[in-house]
């Protein structure tokens, strides 16, 4: 995901999402969301089939809905059966209490039959061409307001969405379509079904006047277009890069999750959403000098957001540093190391920006609602930069086969930081401990100052490395003398080393192949 031209402020204040309520005490196996919308209004009329099973013996349970408030936006749920039998209920702003005895283990189906307005999560609205689109929007936890369902990543679930709209529009979402049946009165239903199960996050639908084009197959997945139609032969050509990306994943990663891969002009507020099988991206994408670093980001995230998935928004990194170091990788692939390092030294800057004015871990517990505070350079470039560290620190070889183990493991499911520590350490052999905790769950970074003097009479460089935070760091320092690079391990506040050289450097570069998220002072003293 990258936000696109809002700051991350206005993001903050305008989506200001509750804190990440849970229920352990079920699963969902199953949705079958039954949408109808209309061109009179923007009332959504809503049936939710929901599969679920019981983790502990209950006499009632929750979902997530966000009901109609005083604005006249949200959801009211009208009636909720089980095998027909009518179901009590409450609901609350942004709760429905179900009223249900039900055993530990025991599956249950549930019918909710609702509607109203969105007031968010659906974006109903026009593109710039002035034609009418519904956009689903779901990220972090904004998908309850036009969807009963237990709104946060941990709790994953098949999807079947049935569309029935006025019969201009064409329907996208998530998995195959199965079925369009026109109706009288010009509608038409458009029914998809996902296979594999997914977050709430990336569950959703696209409703507008498409033009459609099927530039390619990967093996036996077919790439989709989705554009308004005056985008028609901009967004033709600029998408097609996906079918150089794709592969490069499979091949690097392991098999890819779903069924199809749709990319599609949108009205997202983000820059791209990585909706499973059906990439949203903003507006002017399709004329974005930008287009293919944006989707190897978001074709990058089927793998490490949509199929291996975080437990909590803490552990976001999981899906928004992996993303971004997978974008780094398919173009130092494509284009050369030098693209990689260009890349590292402005996601380096952009971290050390950002820890001035926010210092906090990358696994950030303290933030227990307006996930959207969590879309920053933490959980983006820093966490890009630990896996390019970690990738230094093993080797490509290990690296990779601890990667391809991680996603393997934890396909169709979640993990945490933790999760992927252990399966990084079994790859390896290595104890990775102090690593992830110095670089995730330690706020900061190492700030060296690095000072040097030659002394003509000896021929060496004499050199103390200074580590000016408050917090120690132990890592690989690299120094390059006049070309020549020298690796120091680095561990306690203050390191000296002596080098011997033929003649006074010309010139001293600490990292000079850019391997390390630090800030560096280099003066000669005197």
């Known amino acids: 995901m990258r936000k696109c031209f809002y700051s991350l402020l206005l993001l903050v204040i305008a989506f200001n999402t509750k804190a990440q309520v849970q229920f352990p005490a079920i699963d969902v196996l199953h949705y079958t969301f039954g949408i109808r919308l209309n061109d009179v209004n923007d009332t959504i009329k809503g049936k939710a089939d929901i599969e679920l099973k019981f983790l502990k013996d209950v006499k009632k349970f929750q979902l997530n809905l966000v009901k109609t408030n005083s604005s006249g936006k949200g959801m009211l749920v009208s009636s909720i059966t089980e095998h027909g039998k009518n179901i009590s209920f409450s609901q609350d702003s942004d709760l429905i209490h179900i009223n249900v005895v039900a055993k530990a283990g025991s599956s249950h189906y549930f019918i909710i039959t609702y509607q109203g307005i969105p007031a968010d999560g659906l974006i109903i609205s026009k593109n710039e061409f002035g034609h009418r689109t519904f956009f689903g929007d779901n990220w972090p936890n904004r998908a309850h307001n036009w969807l009963p369902c237990a709104d946060y990543p941990a709790d994953k679930a098949l999807v079947d969405f049935i569309v029935t709209a006025p019969d201009h529009y064409q329907v996208i979402a998530n998995g195959l379509k199965k079925q369009e049946i ?102 002017n994408s399709v004329t974005s000098k930008g287009i293919e670093e944006l989707m190897a980001h978001e074709i990058a995230h089927q793998w490490f957001g949509d199929a291996a998935s975080e437990k909590s928004f803490a552990h976001l990194w999981l899906s928004e540093g992996f993303a971004t170091y997978m974008t780094n990788l398919y173009l130092e692939n494509k284009y050369g190391t030098d693209t990689l390092k260009t890349r590292l030294k402005a996601d380096r800057a952009t971290v050390l920006k950002f820890e001035k004015r926010r210092l906090t871990p990358v696994v950030d517990t303290g933030v227990k609602n307006n996930f959207m505070q969590m879309l920053n350079a933490n959980s983006y470039q820093k966490g890009g930069w630990v896996l390019h560290m970690l990738r230094r620190k093993l080797g490509d070889t290990l690296f990779w086969k601890g990667i391809r183990n991680y996603y393997a ?78 690796i120091l391990d680095i561990k306690n506040k203050a390191v000296n080393a002596v080098f011997p050289v033929k003649e006074k450097p010309k010139a001293i570069i600490a990292d000079p192949n850019v391997n390390l998220l630090a800030g560096f002072e280099v003066e000669e003293s005197h």
């Open 182 to 283: 026109t109706l009288p009165n010009h509608l038409r239903t458009t029914h998809y079904k996902e296979t594999s199960p997914l977050p709430t996050k990336v569950m959703v639908i696209g409703v507008a006047d498409f033009a459609i084009d099927h530039p390619a197959d990967v093996g036996t997945i077919p790439l989709y277009t989705y554009v308004f139609p005056e985008s028609k032969d901009a967004g033709f050509k600029s998408y097609t890069i996906a079918k150089e990306i794709l592969p490069y994943y499979i091949k690097m990663i392991g098999p890819y999750a779903y069924e199809k891969l749709a990319n599609v002009q949108s009205k997202t507020i983000f820059g791209g959403m990585e909706n499973a099988s059906a990439i949203f991206y903003f507006e």
């Open 409 to 486: 493991q934890y396909k169709n499911g979640n993990a945490n930081t933790d999760d992927l520590c252990k399966v990084m350490e079994k790859a390896s052999g290595q104890n990775l401990e102090q690593f992830f905790k110095q670089w995730l769950y330690t706020a900061g970074h190492p700030q060296l100052n690095i000072t040097w003097k030659y002394d003509e009479a000896k021929k060496v460089v004499e050199m103390t490395i200074t580590q000016k935070q408050s917090t120690l760091f132990e890592f690989p320092l690299e120094i390059s003398i006049d070309g020549q690079s020298k």
